[in-house]
């Protein structure tokens, strides 16, 4: 059975890509949103986020009748869900993974469902969330068969197939990537893996991997923690350091050198959708053992606390060198707000938690310099935005959050300047 039409079910960071992609190989593409603004953007064939070369293939895709958007899901041959997967409101120690939205998600294209149609989730998930998805979808639709963890070989029978199929892209290389990264197919049945390779295959030119919902499930976690693990060496290496007045730079220069040593580069915390949330996924499933996992999430947690307290000493350190002013006549230059280099995506950025909380704590200016995005959300107000001119010139402590390529050509030898990825 052929993919004439595809759904993709949350058109943000992954879900608009890939149903572009789809579109862009003359498949017909439904994309799916509860965001009304988005959805009305997408139909004038532009973009409502910032990923290279994007807005050129949506535009195309709109314009030649291959993608539309749509508030509400309408019956097509496979559903990708691509909606988000945060934490819930609890103040435990491990955090809770929030699956609500994939529920309401699985909900909303129940009644469109029909007999040999495949559904995949895509969003990063615990581990047996697949198997949950599917148990909502029969439980809408009890007319209509689903695989389960406990009926194969007799899933294969089964009328809708279900897979677990997780992205693994890089933000700002999201188009290049999609198309030539290796892809984990975890499907229910053997049947549903395969029906999943010929959907991907579509325009994937990497592999695709089969193996099962579960383990699909953890191979995200595991890539994304192990990153996690390996960030937070270099970020208590740092800390290590700065107390024995050592040059955590030079020193993990000279550690590479050995042919078996890769150590990361530290920075103000870990943040983004994946590497700052996978890991206590696993560590939710299985509080007693993921040990290392845990720590390693502890120690990136407690990061940008380290910084905000650098920021502390730096203000004492100027007033006690200017006894005329005040702490009100001190003005702090925040520059990146992103969560990484380059990108305009601010989910779970440690930057802009930092620069929230100095701009909560201190009584005189703080302004930021975001060369990615024209305006703050709505929901700041403690700070403003400024050019990078403007605060090299104004400001009196300098703050450097993300290493932005506007920011690595500048020399700034200020003597109250906190400089947290070393291109200073």
Same mark, same amino acid.
Not at 24 to 44: E, F, L, P, Y
Not at 167 to 183: A, S, T, Y
């Given at each position: 059975?052929?993919?004439?039409?595809?759904?993709?079910?949350?058109?943000?960071?992954?879900?608009?890509?890939?149903?572009?992609?789809?579109?862009?190989?003359?498949?017909?593409?439904?994309?799916?949103?509860?965001?009304?603004?988005?959805?009305?953007?997408?139909?004038?064939?532009?973009?409502?986020?910032?990923?290279?070369?994007?807005?050129?293939?949506?535009?195309?895709?709109?314009?030649?009748?291959?993608?539309?958007?749509?508030?509400?899901?309408?019956?097509?041959?496979?559903?990708?869900?691509?909606?988000?997967?945060?934490?819930?409101?609890?103040?435990?120690?491990?955090?809770?993974?929030?699956?609500?939205?994939?529920?309401?998600?699985?909900?909303?294209?129940?009644?469109?469902?029909?007999?040999?149609?495949?559904?995949?989730?895509?969003?990063?998930?615990?581990?047996?969330?697949?198997?949950?998805?599917?148990?909502?979808?029969?439980?809408?639709?009890?007319?209509?068969?689903?695989?389960?963890?406990?009926?194969?070989?007799?899933?294969?029978?089964?009328?809708?197939?279900?897979?677990?199929?997780?992205?693994?892209?890089?933000?700002?290389?999201?188009?290049?990537?999609?198309?030539?990264?290796?892809?984990?197919?975890?499907?229910?049945?053997?049947?549903?893996?395969?029906?999943?390779?010929?959907?991907?295959?579509?325009?994937?030119?990497?592999?695709?991997?089969?193996?099962?919902?579960?383990?699909?499930?953890?191979?995200?976690?595991?890539?994304?923690?192990?990153?996690?693990?390996?960030?937070?060496? +270099?970020? %208590?290496?740092? /800390?290590?350091?700065?107390?024995?007045? @050592?040059?955590?730079?030079? !020193?993990?220069? $000279?550690? =590479?050198?050995?042919?078996?040593?890769?150590?990361?580069?530290?920075?103000?915390?870990?943040?983004?959708?994946?590497?700052?949330?996978?890991?206590?996924?696993?560590?939710?499933?299985?509080?007693?053992?993921?040990?290392?996992?845990?720590?390693?999430?502890?120690?990136?947690?407690?990061?940008?606390?380290?910084?905000?307290?650098?920021?502390?000493?730096?203000?004492?350190?100027?007033?006690?060198?200017?006894?005329?002013?005040?702490?009100?006549?001190?003005?702090?230059?925040?520059?990146?707000?992103?969560?990484?280099?380059?990108?305009?995506?601010?989910?779970?950025?440690?930057?802009?938690?930092?620069?929230?909380?100095?701009?909560?704590?201190?009584?005189?200016?703080?302004? +930021?310099? %975001?060369?990615? /995005?024209?305006?703050?959300?709505?929901? @700041?107000?403690?700070?403003? !935005?400024?050019? $990078?001119? =403007?605060?090299?010139?104004?400001?009196?402590?300098?703050?450097?959050?993300?290493?932005?390529?506007?920011?690595?050509?500048?020399?700034?030898?200020?003597?109250?300047?906190?400089?947290?990825?070393?291109?200073?």
């Amino acid at each position: 059975m052929s993919f004439n039409t595809i759904s993709v079910v949350g058109l943000g960071y992954i879900g608009l890509p890939t149903a572009a992609m789809f579109a862009s190989r003359k498949k017909n593409v439904i994309g799916v949103d509860v965001n009304q603004h988005a959805v009305d953007t997408i139909n004038r064939g532009e973009i409502h986020i910032v990923e290279p070369d994007l807005d050129m293939i949506v535009h195309a895709a709109v314009t030649e009748g291959y993608l539309k958007a749509t508030t509400s899901p309408e019956p097509a041959d496979a559903f990708l869900i691509a909606v988000p997967t945060p934490f819930k409101n609890n103040d435990s120690e491990v955090p809770e993974p929030d699956l609500s939205y994939i529920k309401k998600a699985s909900e909303a294209i129940a009644p469109v469902l029909k007999k040999g149609d495949l559904v995949i989730l895509e969003s990063t998930s615990p581990v047996g969330a697949t198997e949950q998805m599917a148990e909502w979808l029969a439980a809408a639709r009890p007319d209509l068969t689903f695989p389960s963890s406990n009926q194969e070989p007799a899933g294969e029978k089964a009328d809708i197939n279900v897979a677990h199929c997780p992205e693994r892209v890089l933000p700002g290389h999201v188009v290049r990537e999609l198309v030539e990264n290796d892809r984990v197919i975890g499907g229910m049945t053997a049947k549903c893996s395969a029906r999943a390779v010929e959907l991907y295959k579509t325009f994937v030119q990497g592999e695709c991997v089969i193996t099962n919902a579960r383990t699909a499930e953890m191979a995200k976690l595991t890539e994304n923690s192990c990153r996690d693990v390996q960030i937070a060496f +270099a970020n %208590e290496l740092s /800390i290590i350091c700065d107390k024995l007045d @050592i040059d955590v730079w030079e !020193l993990i220069s $000279l550690a =590479n050198r050995h042919p078996r040593i890769n150590i990361l580069q530290p920075g103000p915390g870990v943040g983004g959708h994946c590497i700052a949330v996978d890991p206590w996924f696993i560590v939710s499933k299985t509080p007693q053992e993921a040990q290392i996992i845990h720590t390693a999430r502890k120690v990136n947690d407690a990061k940008p606390k380290w910084v905000i307290n650098k920021v502390k000493l730096a203000i004492s350190d100027f007033l006690q060198a200017n006894p005329t002013k005040s702490a009100k006549d001190v003005t702090i230059a925040c520059y990146g707000l992103a969560f990484k280099p380059d990108i305009d995506d601010l989910r779970e950025s440690p930057a802009l938690n930092i620069t929230k909380k100095v701009a909560e704590l201190h009584s005189g200016t703080v302004v +930021a310099v %975001e060369p990615n /995005i024209n305006k703050l959300p709505s929901s @700041i107000s403690s700070f403003n !935005l400024s050019t $990078l001119e =403007n605060a090299k010139e104004n400001a009196d402590i300098h703050l450097l959050l993300v290493d932005h390529k506007e920011f690595k050509n500048q020399t700034n030898k200020n003597e109250y300047r906190i400089d947290t990825k070393g291109i200073w």
